[in-house]
């Protein structure tokens, strides 16, 4: 805890442009919410113009698990992902710096008896995550719903990383590091709660798998999950948020606990959490992380999709 307090050394001129950001991120979260996301699509437009080449990543990972989209579709769901990434920007500030009782109005959540369930058995949770735009507001959400322990990655800027721990442990129990593996078990042994995210290409490691994402058949992703879920009376709970259309503002979904999970089998298991995740994204695609290189790390003698 004690690196994650404010320091003198923040001050330093390398951290200006950072602390200018996080200026301005307070200042529009004082904003209407129909402003806020007026402000975010003109962004993530004007943005579409400039980031040609996270506008390629996008609309080639569209590509590779939608090849049934036309080019003309495709190209559309690119642009509302740039809107929808201009948004997610300033939801950072609404995430850090709103009250909670303006969360509490915009969102909505939905069967979260499978959590009540769970807690009522007595059970180590593990939250099922993805990495979706509205991934700082639904930490937040996810937060006021139900407080748990959330897995992390450390932001290379000092500030920003600040920031950000500061915002996410608002409403949660604590930060853990996503190769602290130790503390993660400690916390299900402990019949608490967890947020994982498995969906991100993180190289060739001992703890990652290929498995079908969409339609791509070998998807380097994270088999974390089926090796914490072996943590006796744990179960996996899918959970994401969906940002409603209009100003209507949020739903925080809760899916069912994953049936006969984890099997003996790794490679099925990240099989069952990616098919999961799948079903998670096409609920609000226009909402997913496109943006990133998921199929980065290819087997073997397999040619870079990027």
């Known amino acids: 805890m004690d690196s994650?307090?404010?320091?003198?050394?923040?001050?330093?001129?390398?951290?200006w442009l950072a602390w200018l950001g996080i200026l301005a991120l307070f200042l529009t979260s004082l904003l209407p919410y129909g402003a806020i996301l007026f402000l975010g699509r003109t962004m993530g437009r004007i943005a579409s113009v400039f980031v040609k080449k996270r506008g390629h990543i996008a609309r080639r990972n569209i590509e590779l698990c939608f090849p049934a989209l036309s080019p003309k579709e495709?190209?559309?769901k690119v642009r509302l992902n740039f809107e929808n990434s201009g948004i997610a920007l300033l939801e950072m500030g609404m995430a850090w710096f709103w009250p909670s009782w303006r969360v509490r109005n915009l969102v909505q959540v939905r069967d979260v008896q499978h959590v009540e369930k769970a807690i009522i058995n007595g059970q180590g949770i593990i939250f099922l995550g993805a990495h979706?735009?509205?991934l700082e507001m639904g930490a937040r959400?996810?937060?006021?719903?139900q407080p748990?322990?959330?897995v992390y990655r450390k932001h290379n800027n000092a500030v920003l990383d600040f920031w950000f721990y500061w915002g996410r442990m608002r409403e949660h129990k604590a930060m853990l590091d996503r190769k602290d593996f130790k503390a993660m078990l400690r916390v299900l042994k402990n019949a608490d709660a967890l947020w994982y995210a498995p969906d991100h290409d993180y190289g060739k490691h001992k703890s990652s798998v290929f498995a079908p994402f969409f339609e791509?058949?070998?998807a380097n992703t994270v088999a974390g999950t089926s090796t914490l879920a072996r943590v006796k009376n744990s179960c996996v709970i899918p959970v994401f948020l969906k940002r409603l259309p209009g100003t209507e503002g949020y739903e925080l979904v809760f899916y069912p606990a994953l049936e006969n999970f984890p099997s003996k089998d790794v490679e099925a298991d990240t099989k069952a959490t990616n098919l999961q995740i799948e079903k998670m994204v096409?609920?609000?695609d226009d909402q997913y992380m496109w943006m990133h290189k998921r199929f980065k790390t290819r087997p073997e003698g397999e040619k870079s999709f990027y």
Do not use: M, Q, R
């Not at 994650?4 to 951290?15: G, I, N, R, S, W």
């Not at 959400?141 to 719903?145: D, Q």
């Open 74 to 76: 495709i190209d559309h």
């Open 148 to 150: 748990c322990n959330a």
């Open 132 to 134: 979706f735009l509205t």
């Open 216 to 218: 791509v058949e070998n």
């Open 4 to 15: 994650y307090k404010l320091k003198a050394a923040f001050c330093h001129p390398k951290y």
């Open 282 to 284: 096409l609920e609000c």
């Open 141 to 145: 959400a996810l937060g006021l719903t």
